[in-house]
């Protein structure tokens, strides 16, 4: 599987930005779907956005949509997550996620549905 590694968190005040990337090795980036997720304190890890593997299609959780735009660059193995006018209910541990497609434009939702994970990265967002 692809190994991933996140980065870009942090602290926040409530409104800002916050650019999150993810790179990936050990496998070729560009058969890989990517998505992200997040999961905050005594909660269950929720998907955020996910990118088929040639970039052509996108989705997002109601919750992010306007706010935040999943894209990658096959070039530097690289997806990321702009964050844009954050709120303090975006304060969580941000995981990206890989899952090996056939598709060009496939994406999922589902946590089970990806084999590769990164290891977090703390965002929080004070008010």
């Known amino acids: 599987q692809v190994q991933l590694v996140e980065s870009g968190g942090g602290l926040v005040q409530a409104g800002g930005s916050l650019r999150l990337a993810c790179t990936a090795s050990?496998?070729?980036?560009?058969?890989?779907?990517m998505g992200w997720f997040r999961q905050a304190p005594g909660k269950e890890r929720e998907f955020v956005a996910a990118?088929?593997?040639?970039?052509?299609?996108?989705n997002y959780a109601d919750f992010v949509k306007g706010r935040f735009t999943i894209s990658r660059d096959i070039a530097k193995n690289t997806v990321y997550l702009q964050m844009n006018s954050l709120k303090p209910e975006d304060t969580a541990v941000y995981y990206c996620?890989?899952?090996?497609?056939?598709?060009?434009?496939?994406?999922?939702?589902?946590?089970?549905?990806?084999?590769?994970w990164g290891q977090g990265t703390q965002v929080t967002v004070s008010s």
């Open positions: 990118i088929s593997k040639s970039g052509g299609s996108t």
């Open positions: 996620a890989g899952r090996f497609a056939v598709s060009v434009h496939s994406i999922w939702y589902n946590s089970a549905d990806y084999a590769s």
């Open positions: 050990g496998r070729t980036f560009s058969n890989y779907a």
